[in-house]
């Protein structure tokens, strides 16, 4: 099984940052609200890529493909 955060986890988490963040402001920490900002873009990316749902991949035989045409050369 994954090791995922559930959608609360982030919500908390992303509550947490922007108490920090506001935290930082109000200190002018202009460095740390950098930081905290990143952090807050990869968990909101993280977010959207858990709920959108996989991928179906639909794999070609080797012997049709074009990597299988041309593993001779």
Known sequence: MKNVASKDDHQRT?????ES???ARSRGRTRLVELLNLIRIEILF??????EP?????????AGSAFGANRSV
């Open 54 to 62: 996989p991928l179906a991949r639909n794999r070609a035989a080797a």
């Open 21 to 23: 963040l506001e935290w």
């Open 14 to 18: 992303l509550a947490r940052l922007d």
């Open 46 to 51: 993280d977010m959207g890529l858990s709920e």
